[in-house]
Each structure stands twice: as C-alpha cells, then as structure tokens.
Nanobody, 130 residues
C-alpha cells in the first residue's frame, strides 16, 4: 500500500518561508510515478502547486514559479516543497499525492488533473498573515 504523510505546515508572516515534507513509500511500490503538492481552501477546488516526475521533470503553477521549489531526497522517500516569499494567498491546506501510471515514465500534465493521482496523504495547514 502506498503511503504518504505530509508535515511542515505552520503560520508565518508574508515574505516568510516554510518547507513542507512528505514521507512516502511510492518508490518502493513503483519506479514510475509523478508526485507532487496540491492545496485547497474552503469552498474551492483542490489545485496543483508543483509536481515532479520520476524522470526529474517538474511543473509549477504560475503563481508560485520563482518562489516555490519541489525536490526529492536521493533515497526517494521524502518529497519537499520549499516555499519562499510567501503571500497571504498561499494560505491553504497542502497535500502531497502520487500518480502511478501504467507506463515506464510518468509524464506531467498541466494543469494537473487531480483525479489521476490515486494516492493522497493527509493535509498540512499553511497560514500566511499580512
């Protein structure tokens, strides 16, 4: 069973930084995957923030480009999201999720279709005050 567990959220002032972590077992299940970060605010649909593929390619939503960086550890058991220059509009519950495709390489589609991601961790809250 694929497991993902997000952590690292918190409350910061605008302009501050946070690093989210996601401990996961995706790579032990499949060497072909996309894994990424999503966020959701009350009353809105969940949206993709950043995704990384097993071939190392990445995609970011426009509003976070240049501020957020997605990465993995060498063991591929931890996913990170470094968030700098945080803005109040970044306030949301953040989730890590994984897609395991049928083929050998996961190609990132953007805007990322959340329904393709079969495995989800619990959320971690990020609150940015002005």
């Amino acid at each position: 069973q694929v497991r993902l567990a997000a952590s690292g959220g918190g409350a910061v002032q605008a302009g501050g930084s946070l690093r989210l972590s996601c401990a996961h077992s995706v790579y032990s299940y499949s060497s072909s995957y996309c894994i990424g970060w999503f966020r959701q605010t009350p009353g809105k649909e969940r949206e993709g923030v950043a995704v990384i593929s097993n071939d190392g390619s990445t995609e970011y939503r426009d509003s976070v480009k240049g501020r957020f960086t997605i990465s993995q550890d060498n063991a591929k058991t931890k996913l990170y999201l470094q968030m700098n220059s945080l803005k109040p509009e970044d306030t949301a519950m953040y989730y890590c999720a994984a897609e395991i495709p049928k083929g050998p390489v996961c190609s990132i589609r953007w805007p990322v279709p959340t329904e393709y991601f079969q495995y989800w961790g619990q959320g971690t809250q990020v609150t940015v005050s002005s």
